[in-house]
């Protein structure tokens, strides 16, 4: 570095200094000050709100942890807006993280997203709207005083949280997806495996019966697929990807293609939250189980239904017969087509000689 390279860094450390010195510590430490006035009542262990219904509502916040969240160097009354007096004797409201910060041009210089458009128009927020104080807000995924960022594993929205996050409320799909193949692995800490969001999507998750969303009868295959038509992850599991090529030319997805949403789709098969290994008694598509399964859409399958191959493809000798007779009809085709073709031109070759012999 020549010298006067070494005095504009020089001249550079000093004002960042200076920056900091008179702006960014001394915010800090304003924020620590004003909130350590809360935590006078909040910083204490058991502090909370016993309910005339029995139900203990804790107002203790833990505040090392606290400082280390997103919301770390923001003062208390940033969310708690209705908080004018210590000790404050008014109800204090929920926050709505998406009026007072979050929105599109916010002033505070929070992330400015279209998720909580989303999250309005999902089933999640059309059901807070309609007045179902049950249905989740922000707090409910994001977490309240504990808020980290999704690569933080504290944060109730990294990957290895998010089914036990969701699972508060849909403890069902949460014990089910423990017990499949890919709760399992999950628990075995294989990023490969899909997690809740995989598949249903975060902020804009809507029921399956509506076509937007990602596991209706139309998308459904489309998600399956973002795994299973993936060379590079099914090889390692020995799971061939053809599946999803065959299933598009089967009947059922033919007429899935063409809007039949009674056609069988993946999860009509092989289930949604509780999939298991073909192996496994308890899967769907485990052969003593077909019948059942192939049942809900055929009424009296029997154990036939589970002799023949599903996902075949005519173009693998694998398939056996089907293989011959695609590769038999494919002659046929092409001899049926070459005959007629060779047909057609003696035909024009003996109307042009039976023509050029009336003119002579």
Request: hydrophobic residues 35%; charged residues 20%.
């Amino acid at each position: 570095m020549d010298l006067k390279a070494a005095e504009k860094f020089r001249g550079f450390f000093f004002m960042a200094s200076l920056f900091c010195a008179f702006f960014v510590i001394p915010a800090t430490v304003h924020a620590d000050e004003e909130n350590s006035k809360c935590f006078v009542c909040h910083g204490k262990v058991g502090f909370a709100n016993p309910l005339k219904t029995g139900k203990v509502i804790s107002l203790y916040i833990n505040f090392k942890e606290f400082s280390e969240t997103v919301h770390g160097k923001k003062l208390c009354t940033d969310c708690h807006t209705d908080v004018k007096q210590i000790p404050h004797r008014n109800v204090i409201g929920k926050v709505n993280c998406a009026n007072q910060c979050h929105f599109l041009g916010n002033p505070s210089g929070a992330p400015e997203t279209v998720k909580y458009i989303e999250y309005k128009n999902s089933i999640h927020g059309k059901a807070l709207f309609a007045g179902n104080q049950s249905a989740p807000q922000c707090q409910d995924c994001h977490g309240k005083h504990n808020i980290f960022k999704p690569s933080d594993l504290r944060s109730a929205d990294a990957r290895e949280n998010i089914p036990k996050t969701c699972g508060k409320c849909h403890l069902q799909e949460y014990v089910d997806f423990n017990t499949s193949i890919h709760g399992t692995q999950f628990k075995a800490g294989n990023k490969d495996v899909p997690v809740c969001t995989s598949c249903h999507g975060e902020h804009n998750i809507f029921k399956p019966e509506d076509a937007r969303s990602t596991v209706s009868a139309a998308h459904i295959t489309k998600t399956c697929s973002a795994c299973h038509d993936k060379v590079q992850i099914m090889e390692k599991y020995g799971i061939p990807t053809e599946q999803v090529a065959t299933y598009d030319e089967s009947f059922h997805g033919i007429a899935v293609e063409f809007g039949v949403k009674k056609a069988a789709n993946c999860s009509s098969c092989h289930g949604y939250h509780d999939i298991r290994a073909s192996e496994d008694p308890g899967s769907s598509i485990n052969i003593n189980n077909i019948p059942k399964t192939c049942g809900k859409c055929h009424p009296g399958a029997n154990v036939n239904f589970a002799k023949g191959k599903v996902h075949i493809n005519p173009k693998s000798k694998e398939s056996g017969i089907v293989y011959y007779i695609s590769k038999a009809f494919m002659v046929l085709t092409i001899s049926t087509m070459l005959v007629l073709i060779i047909h057609i031109m003696l035909d024009l070759r003996k109307r042009m000689q039976k023509r050029k012999e009336n003119r002579e």
